[in-house]
């Protein structure tokens, strides 16, 4: 794992823990911030005892997006986010990324940030969570999947709002519009993320991969199209054992790989 002052990691198996770290900049993401990102993310795919990954912001916020600083500066040793690598600030797309990353969200979550969470797959926000295009007042595009991930996950009408009128959403319409997953008190922001990540890596892996590349793969396909992926994705995972091996722990009764003995609650 590369190791950065302005990322921190913690490797803790089967989580791996993320923390952009420049709270004086509210987390904002410059050159050097955005290919550590890249790399942490690259390494945590291909290591095999990592399952989900949590991505968080410093001293309560999330991430104040790219460091406008450094677009603004003309100073080579301040690499600009926009520029500088070429690549999206997460590195793998969320289609060649195997496994799943949530998003614990304190304080602001915005602009280039909230495309960060909006990269995530799932979000979890403390009550005093802020989420919003505010990047709208500089003139700086959402160049980092936010004007396609934003309305294919909350509808058009909610996305362009956001979008045309770069206005701060609170934590609770951000719940109501699916932006958020969980809403949680500001001290509780690590432990729903972790027991969300346990039980999400509690899991058998191939299957759940599966099911979330499928989803991913086949959101802009037709019906058919998206039916025809679904199922040639899910033969391989058939082929590998795994189904016919929870079958088998269902039918003695003894459903062991997750410890859900009994179906979830609703919660
Ligand atoms: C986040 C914020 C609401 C926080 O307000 P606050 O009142 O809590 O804090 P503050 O006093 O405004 O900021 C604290 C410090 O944090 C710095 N800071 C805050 N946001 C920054 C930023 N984006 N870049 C550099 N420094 C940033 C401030 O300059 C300041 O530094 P100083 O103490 O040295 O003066 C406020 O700072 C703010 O609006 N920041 C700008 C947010 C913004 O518009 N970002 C747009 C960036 S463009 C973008 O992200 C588009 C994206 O697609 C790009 N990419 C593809 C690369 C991902």
Known sequence: MPHSHTVKIERQPPLLWVTINRPQARNAVDGKTASALASIFTDFD??????????????????????????????????????????????????????????????????????????????????????????????????????????????????????????????????????????????????????????IANFPQQCLRNDRQSAYQQWGMNEDAAINNEFQLGLKTLASGETNAGAKRFEQGNGRQGRQEKPPKPQ
């Open 46 to 199: 291909a290591d095999p005892d990592l399952s989900v990954a949590i991505l968080m912001g410093a001293e309560q916020n999330f991430c104040a997006g790219a460091d406008l600083k450094a677009i603004a500066s003309d100073n080579p040793e301040l690499r600009n986010p926009l520029t500088s690598d070429g690549i999206g600030p997460m590195g793998p797309s969320r289609l060649t990324l195997s496994k799943p990353v949530i998003a614990a969200i304190d304080g602001y979550c915005v602009a280039g940030g909230l495309e960060l969470a909006l990269w995530c797959d799932l979000r979890v926000a403390t009550e005093r969570a802020v989420f919003g295009v505010f990047c709208r007042r500089f003139g700086v595009p959402l160049i980092d999947g936010g004007t396609v991930r934003l309305p294919r996950l909350i509808g058009m009408s909610h996305a362009m709002d956001m979008i045309l009128t770069g206005r701060a959403v609170n934590a609770s319409e951000a719940l109501n519009i699916g932006l958020a997953n969980r809403l949680v008190a500001p001290e509780n922001l690590r432990a729903t993320a972790e027991e969300l990540a346990l039980q």
